[in-house]
């Protein structure tokens, strides 16, 4: 309902992979980025990138959470066939008949409102955070795994690890919230954590509906007013 983002995980070997020791990437051992998988990913979150008024619960959000909303994912390839190597991940939205596209960065240093290579290292650069989706072979690597086939996952969960503040709130949670980057959402964390979400909120729902998949454009009414456009 506060925030949102997507992120693509890129990871150096092909395939079902069952991992041991190192390859894992285990954080606690401080491997994390030894691991086979680029495990932060490459996030585009509007309101980490800026945007703090993008998505919300409420009519002050150009995105309201009350609402429902049609979430549309497009993943276009360097030389617009199926078989060309993925070169940006889009992120467009459909509500009371608008087309919206995700919000630009604001962020010093980081163009664009979609998922490219480029805006990755931009940003890991302006957040002073690790490469890994670069070293692990960005993009590319990720239509890879894509034209191998994936299974689409729908699930209402919690978190124990992190308690969700990667998503909405400060994270790293030690970090100070006023490093660029370390605020992803307005949340304070105080009612994130799994024990209090199951206790307080056992009857949560959600409804996921009128699934589809296609040729880019032709999943959502072309006749839809178009708020905004998409700046790369």
């Given at each position: 309902?506060?925030?949102?983002?997507?992120?693509?995980?890129?990871?150096?070997?092909?395939?079902?992979?069952?991992?041991?020791?190192?390859?894992?990437?285990?954080?606690?051992?401080?491997?994390?980025?030894?691991?086979?998988?680029?495990?932060?990913?490459?996030?585009?979150?509007?309101?980490?990138?800026?945007?703090t008024d993008f998505y919300g619960a409420g009519p002050g959000f150009a995105l309201d959470?009350?609402?429902?909303?049609?979430?549309?994912?497009?993943?276009?390839?360097?030389?617009?066939?199926?078989?060309?190597?993925?070169?940006?991940?889009?992120?467009l939205y459909l509500q009371d008949g608008k087309v919206i596209a995700d919000a630009n960065?604001?962020?010093?240093?980081?163009?664009?409102?979609?998922?490219?290579?480029?805006f990755c290292s931009a940003q890991k650069k302006a957040f002073q955070d690790p490469d890994?989706?670069?070293?692990?072979?960005?993009?590319?690597?990720?239509?890879?795994?894509?034209?191998?086939?994936?299974?689409?996952?729908?699930?209402?969960?919690?978190?124990?690890?992190?308690?969700?503040?990667?998503?909405?709130?400060?994270?790293?949670?030690?970090?100070?919230?006023?490093?660029?980057?370390?605020?992803?959402?307005?949340?304070?964390?105080?009612?994130?954590?799994?024990?209090?979400?199951?206790?307080?909120?056992?009857?949560?729902?959600?409804?996921?509906?009128?699934?589809?998949?296609?040729?880019?454009?032709?999943?959502?009414?072309?006749?839809?007013?178009?708020?905004?456009?998409?700046?790369?």
């Amino acid at each position: 309902k506060m925030a949102t983002a997507f992120t693509p995980h890129p990871c150096s070997v092909k395939g079902a992979y069952k991992c041991s020791g190192t390859d894992c990437g285990d954080g606690a051992k401080g491997e994390r980025y030894m691991g086979v998988c680029d495990k932060d990913g490459c996030d585009f979150n509007a309101y980490r990138m800026g945007a703090t008024d993008f998505y919300g619960a409420g009519p002050g959000f150009a995105l309201d959470t009350t609402k429902p909303m049609t979430v549309i994912t497009q993943f276009i390839t360097t030389d617009g066939t199926d078989t060309g190597d993925l070169a940006e991940i889009r992120r467009l939205y459909l509500q009371d008949g608008k087309v919206i596209a995700d919000a630009n960065s604001t962020v010093p240093g980081v163009l664009g409102g979609a998922i490219t290579d480029e805006f990755c290292s931009a940003q890991k650069k302006a957040f002073q955070d690790p490469d890994d989706h670069m070293m692990k072979g960005g993009l590319k690597k990720m239509g890879e795994a894509l034209d191998r086939g994936m299974v689409l996952a729908l699930s209402l969960w919690d978190d124990k690890a992190t308690e969700m503040r990667w998503l909405d709130s400060a994270f790293p949670q030690d970090d100070s919230a006023s490093r660029l980057g370390v605020m992803r959402g307005p949340c304070d964390g105080s009612t994130s954590s799994p024990l209090y979400l199951r206790s307080h909120s056992q009857s949560a729902t959600v409804k996921y509906t009128n699934i589809k998949y296609g040729e880019i454009g032709s999943t959502f009414a072309a006749g839809a007013r178009r708020l905004d456009s998409i700046m790369v």
